[in-house]
């Protein structure tokens, strides 16, 4: 009797299990719609503002864009042509070293004092408050006003900066108008306009740090720079390797300081690649869509390989 009963047991038991499961996937179902429905929002904004610029970019350089064929609709495709034109022109290696110097310079020197006050700060003495809202002015400055308060400072004749050196027996500097100072002068201004940037981020990531490591350091008899060495340095990684990823960025695409102060002269002594694509787009009165798109896309690969790599390193971390 037991055989005989046994099946119809199975064939409930199946039957109990199916039904449970269905009723679990209907339930499942309206979370599913709800999340579907908070990421709509994003997957449209990426498209919209991300993937389609993009697309747009790429079709750009790979076709012979003029004010006629936007018009017309009829550009020639032209391959690579464009990036080859761009690569063996004698711009480009001026540019490319010109954004090297430039970018590396000032996220090294925007790192490095961005930390210091930061550091100084996290001390939170009387004015601390004070002194952390003013250095964080220049940041919020239009960066037109910020640059043509730049160029004025660093006036051949009547700037400010001149004038002071003048009054100590130095002669006149020509910053803006000569080759050997101008792109020393942009990255000076691109540096005062980062580094509250990087005092905001990095004084973010000291309040995450224990007081305790500290105080025990202390009690081990570390001195303050062993104390920033060994504890504050680790533990800030993360958050550096963050506010350096994107100062990269950042920095790769400047293009109005240039722009305002040296119009990437004299002689493109400090043409960086986003400057010679917003010239050869903009710039001359003349426009080049085409190159001026190629030059943008090569700047976004090396954002992306930045990028690639700080996910790397992560990983690395991670797993270590």
């Known amino acids: 009797m037991l055989t005989r009963t046994r099946p119809h047991a199975v064939a409930a038991f199946d039957d109990s299990t199916a039904s449970r499961a269905a009723g679990s996937a209907e339930r499942r179902r309206p979370r599913q719609w709800t999340a579907f429905a908070f990421l709509a929002p994003l997957v449209v904004y990426l498209a ?21 064929a936007f018009v017309q609709g009829n550009p020639e495709f032209t391959g690579l042509d464009n990036y080859l034109d761009i690569v063996s022109d004698d711009t480009f290696l001026a540019a490319l070293r010109n954004t090297a110097l430039f970018t ?22 009387r004015l601390s408050a004070v002194l952390r809202a003013m250095f964080l002015v220049p ?7 910020s640059a043509s308060t730049w160029s004025w400072m660093l ?17 006149q500097i020509n910053w803006l108008t000569s080759p050997d100072t101008s792109l020393l002068s942009v990255t000076v201004a691109n540096i005062w306009l980062g580094i509250p940037f990087n005092l905001v981020i990095l004084y973010a990531g000291l309040q995450n740090i224990p007081a305790d490591l500290y105080e025990a350091a202390g009690l081990d008899g570390a001195n303050s720079w062993q104390r920033f060495w060994r504890i504050t340095f680790p533990l800030l990684r993360p958050v550096s390797a963050i506010t350096l990823l994107l100062g990269l960025i950042y920095t790769l695409k400047v293009v109005d300081i240039i722009w305002i102060m040296t119009k990437g002269g004299p002689a493109d002594a400090s043409t960086t690649l986003a ?16 190159p001026a798109a190629a030059v943008g896309n090569l700047l976004i690969l090396i954002a992306f390989t930045a990028g690639l790599a700080y996910v790397r390193l992560q990983r690395r971390e991670e797993q270590a």
């Not at 590396?104 to 003495?125: D, E, K, M, P, T």
């Not at 787009?281 to 869509?289: R, V």
């Open 48 to 68: 919209v503002f991300y993937a389609y610029p993009l697309y747009r970019n790429i079709d750009l350089s790979v076709h012979d864009y003029t004010p006629r």
């Open 139 to 145: 940041w919020l400055l239009p960066l037109i006003v």
């Open 275 to 290: 400057s010679w694509s917003y010239r050869e787009a903009f710039g001359t009165g003349q426009p080049d869509f085409s």
């Open 104 to 125: 590396l310079g000032s996220i090294a020197v925007q790192y490095a004092l961005g930390l210091a006050l930061a550091v100084f700060f996290h001390r939170n003495f």
């Open 155 to 171: 006036n051949s004749d009547n700037g400010i900066v001149n004038t002071v050196l003048q009054a100590f027996g130095i002669g």
